[in-house]
């Protein structure tokens, strides 16, 4: 018997791989039409209309990178997290009836193609019809920003958690380049590193680095502050100062808002300081309110050095020379051994502690104007993973503590830091 001469598999056939990717990609223009309100799409749009449109689809590129700052390990990751949010986030187009979600990955390519096929010249005879029905999509795209607001906030999802100031900060650039004759959603991951300087502190040369961030397609952006906060607007001859911190602030920070990520805390530190509210405590230091997700969790103190404006330390707000510290030293006497011997200068004590399940114990806190140590939601933990410190720390109120060891809540680099000059 003769062999059958072995032939290419019509399932790996090119024409064949095409027709059904036309297929798959028409369905979901289709499901896209009906997203946006118009779900008579597939009776008004001519055959020549949807292949059209096909071979106009906006493609969306991975995630590459040409920066030789850039491991292949970090590049992996936050392409895998850009992938998954381009793929997985879905929303809704207002004004539809029955809530049909879109992929950010779909809007990118065929709400694009859509939207530039409605608003060229190409003539068709449904175009007419078309335009009139797309109405509301045309007018969102040109005028409403929400998908792109969601694409802003994917960029900064993809890359928020690798960075840090005392790393890199990356960030996805996003633009249309033309490829293969066809327009191409473009994303690519830049590096950067803070500027370094050596600045003389108390005699002893320090390292201090540029504070700002990496904004997705903006790029870095960073801080300074305004010299009149310190008094010297008019003496320097500037109006604002470029703003630094020390390492030694970031560590400090780490320890202290310990069940934060590092990323998350040096990321709020960013907003804190774009927008400062500066106070004065009762020695003259300058103190910058730290807030994260609108809560006071304590201060960094700043001072000016070789004009720039420096953040030495960071200071809990439970803290001695934090006022909500110094009030908690009046009004219930708790001095800086106090605090270090209740673990009372870090977070994760207000919140792994029943504190809050103590009314008179948290009362003196709120008092103080420690409230918001008491916002976060601790719901999802279980009673057996509550430290129990409410019932300690009312007996230990009780006892005279005029006996215990004088140790001071500050490291010794901390007391150079704070020392008034």
Same mark, same amino acid.
């Given at each position: 018997?003769? *062999? ?20 798959? !990609? ?26 059209? =449109? ?8 991975? &995630? ?7 491991? $292949? ?7 895998? $997290? ?55 999509? #045309?007018? &969102?795209?040109?005028? /409403? ?19 840090? &100031?005392?790393?890199?900060? !990356?960030?996805?650039?996003?633009? !249309? *380049?033309?490829?293969?004759?066809? @327009? ?40 300074? #502050?305004?010299?009149?906060?310190? +008094? ?45 509210? $500066?106070?004065?405590?009762?020695? +003259?230091?300058?103190?910058?309110? !730290? ?23 960071? =200071? %809990?707000?439970?803290? /001695? ?16 051994? /106090? ?33 918001? &140590?008491? *916002? %976060?939601?601790?719901?999802? @933990? ?14 230990? @109120? ?17 007391? @150079?830091?704070?020392? $008034?000059?």
């Amino acid at each position: 018997m003769a *062999k059958r001469k072995k032939g290419k598999s019509k399932a790996f056939s090119p024409k064949l791989q095409e027709a059904q990717h036309r297929k798959a !990609y028409i369905r979901k223009l289709i499901y896209f039409a009906e997203a946006v309100g118009v779900e008579d799409f597939d009776l008004i749009a001519s055959v020549d209309t949807l292949h059209y =449109l096909f071979n106009m689809r906006v493609g969306v590129s991975t &995630l590459i990178t040409n920066s030789p700052e850039i491991s $292949v390990a970090i590049l992996k990751d936050i392409r895998e $997290v850009h992938e998954k949010f381009l793929n997985e986030f879905r929303f809704t187009f207002t004004g539809t009836a029955d809530g049909k979600v879109v992929t950010l990955r779909d809007f990118l390519s065929i709400g694009h193609a859509l939207y530039y096929f409605l608003t060229s010249d190409k003539p068709s005879f449904s175009s007419e019809i078309l335009k009139q029905r797309f109405a509301e999509y #045309i007018e &969102l795209m040109e005028n /409403d920003p929400f998908p792109f607001t969601h694409l802003y906030e994917t960029l900064w999802q993809a890359s928020l958690a690798k960075s840090t &100031l005392d790393t890199k900060m !990356y960030w996805v650039n996003h633009e !249309y *380049k033309l490829k293969d004759l066809r @327009l191409t959603n473009h994303f690519e991951l830049h590096a950067v590193r803070p500027e370094q300087k050596i600045v003389k502190i108390n005699g002893i040369f320090r390292k201090v680095l540029r504070v700002g961030w990496a904004r997705p397609i903006e790029g870095p952006e960073w801080i300074s #502050i305004d010299a009149s906060h310190f +008094g010297l607007a008019q003496s320097l001859g500037k109006a604002s100062l470029p703003l630094f911190i020390q390492p030694h602030a970031l560590h400090r920070m780490d320890e202290r808002l310990d069940c934060i990520d590092a990323y998350l805390q040096h990321f709020y530190l960013y907003l804190s300081l774009l927008e400062p509210k $500066v106070v004065e405590n009762q020695m +003259g230091l300058k103190l910058i309110e !730290y807030i994260y997700q609108d809560k006071k969790l304590g201060y960094l103190l700043a001072d000016v050095v070789d004009g720039i404006v420096v953040v030495r330390t960071f =200071l %809990f707000i439970t803290m /001695d020379r934090t006022p909500e510290g110094q009030a908690l030293q009046q009004t219930i006497g708790l001095e800086a051994v /106090d605090k270090k011997y209740l673990a009372i200068d870090r977070l994760s004590t207000f919140i792994l502690s029943d504190i809050p399940n103590h009314p008179d114990i948290k009362e003196h806190f709120m008092e103080a104007g420690c409230t918001d &140590l008491f *916002k %976060f939601d601790t719901s999802a @933990l279980q009673p057996e993973h509550q430290i129990e410190l409410g019932q300690f720390i009312r007996t230990y @109120l009780d006892k005279d503590r005029t006996q215990l060891p004088q140790i001071n809540e500050f490291t010794e680099e901390e007391q @150079l830091q704070v020392t $008034v000059a």
